[in-house]
């Protein structure tokens, strides 16, 4: 792994209901400049992570910002950049291709076609193309993650999650592993 964090949205699919509260928080973070309630939302509502569903669980799938991220070595314009070790998009590069969302082995991104987006911004800017998980750059944390009424979402750093893991398998594989013989004792045994 790189020196950068690595940190990703990581979710937990036995705390997950289904409510889509991260949605909503997503878009609201990102798209909404003002207070709106549902009668007065007039442009699409597009979340950067998607609820998936199976009768039996549910789950919020989002990007995972990879070290070796498949959705930028498949832009052909150099659109999608790890910036302080987060994968994001560059809008004015992006032409639409999807080849990013075709490379994402999670499903993570999300293309639209211009007809699908009203304009945004001054007057003459490209619209968004492309949506997947920035992290909320420049806030506290996702707003997913600070909304979830279940807790099943939580931002982590993998190189630290990993080492987390690593002790805590320690600590169960010392507790049912024999207690060694010191090295003086089966020196002596062995004489």
């Known amino acids: 792994m790189s020196a950068e964090q690595s940190l990703f949205v990581l979710a937990d699919s036995e705390k997950c209901t289904g409510c889509r509260a991260c949605e ?3 878009f609201a ?13 007039t442009t699409p509502v597009t979340p ?9 669980r549910s789950m919020p799938v989002q990007c995972h910002h990879c070290e070796d991220a498949p959705c930028i070595k498949s832009c052909l314009t150099g659109a999608i950049v790890r910036k ?4 994001q998009i ?14 994402c082995p999670f499903g993570a991104v999300q293309v639209y076609s211009p007809a699908q987006l009203p304009e945004t911004g001054a007057a003459g800017s490209v619209p968004k193309l492309v949506f997947k998980c920035d ?3 420049g806030e506290k944390q996702p707003a997913c993650v ?3 009424p279940n807790e099943a979402l939580r931002l982590v750093d993998a190189a630290s999650e990993i080492d987390s893991k ?3 398998a320690l600590g169960v594989m010392g507790a049912s592993d024999p207690k060694p013989t010191a090295p003086a004792a089966r020196q002596e045994g062995g004489k």
């Open 24 to 26: 909503l928080a997503c």
């Open 29 to 41: 973070g990102h798209q909404c400049k003002k207070t709106q309630t549902v009668g007065t939302i």
């Open 48 to 56: 950067r992570l998607y609820l998936a569903r199976t009768e039996e």
């Open 84 to 87: 302080d070790g987060i994968v």
């Open 90 to 103: 560059e809008s004015r590069r992006c032409i639409g291709c999807r080849n990013c969302a075709i490379s």
């Open 135 to 137: 992290l909320c750059v």
């Open 146 to 148: 600070a909304t979830c």
């Open 166 to 168: 690593r002790i805590a």
